[in-house]
T-cell receptor, first 115, second 114 residues
Framework: AQSVSQHNHHVILSEAASLELGCNYS??????LFWYVQYPGQHLQLLLK??????LVKGIKGFEAEFIKSKFSFNLRKPSVQWSDTAEYFC?????????????FGTGTRLKVLA | ETGVTQSPTHLIKTRGQQVTLRCSSQ?????VSWYQQALGQGPQFIFQ???????GRGNFPPRFSGLQFPNYSSELNVNALELDDSALYLC?????????????FGPGTRLTVL
């Protein structure tokens, strides 16, 4: 069965620390990969996405993610976090089979950045 | 540009009842997806509608059904409610059902089943 694993459920960092959130998926076919963020009191919004081409993708607010096909991974990174990055982060995979689409989300990582 | 809207915001039902949730897609979007997000979990894909036809489905029983209307708004219907159906139900719309489309999420409807 297809699945998405996010290794860290809760992460606490101080401002200016570097961030890396892990995401692994299990699916043998072609996938599109996403990171979504949910800030407190707001709804889910797209941080970045990978469809094809350069495996290093850049998103909003200084975030980037690297697709490593051999490891089935799509880890999210940011060199220096800010207090405003406190949020919940979800990795998601979109797959296509028999002409239809399916989306699978990870369970999320809650990030708290201490000022 | 109007974003994705959902109604109602909150809803309380009892076990065995039926519920209908509504979603208005973002202007110009013809594809709508529905998700169930239980507390502490990530969104789980229920199904997707593209131009009024179901275009994909997750692992949900048939008592979860949907509709998409000519104006691309959508409904999620759940029959024979169970306690485990208590969750936040999210709607997301996208410009086109393709590999490269991006989903825009609404604020969700919080359903409580007693």
């Amino acid at each position: 069965a297809q699945s998405v694993s996010q290794h860290n459920h809760h992460v606490i960092l101080s401002e200016a620390a570097s961030l890396e959130l892990g995401c692994n998926y299990s699916y043998g076919g072609t996938v599109n990969l996403f990171w979504y963020v949910q800030y407190p009191g707001q709804h889910l919004q797209l941080l970045l996405k990978y469809f094809s081409g350069d495996p290093l993708v850049k998103g909003i607010k200084g975030f980037e993610a690297e697709f490593i096909k051999s490891k089935f991974s799509f880890n999210l990174r940011k060199p220096s976090v800010q207090w405003s990055d406190t949020a919940e982060y979800f990795c998601a995979v979109k797959s296509r089979g028999s002409g239809t689409y399916k989306y699978i989300f990870g369970t999320g990582t809650r990030l708290k950045v201490l000022a | 540009e109007t974003g994705v809207t959902q109604s109602p915001t909150h809803l309380i039902k009892t076990r065995g009842q039926q519920v209908t949730l509504r979603c208005s897609s973002q202007s110009g979007h013809n594809t709508v997806s529905w998700y169930q997000q239980a507390l502490g979990q990530g969104p789980q894909f229920i199904f997707q509608y593209y131009r009024e036809e179901e275009n994909g489905r997750g692992n949900f029983p048939p008592r979860f059904s949907g509709l998409q209307f000519p104006n691309y708004s959508s409904e999620l219907n759940v029959n024979a409610l169970e306690l485990d159906d208590s969750a936040l139900y999210l709607c997301a719309s996208s410009l086109e059902a393709s590999n490269t489309d991006t989903q825009y999420f609404g604020p969700g409807t919080r359903l409580t089943v007693l």
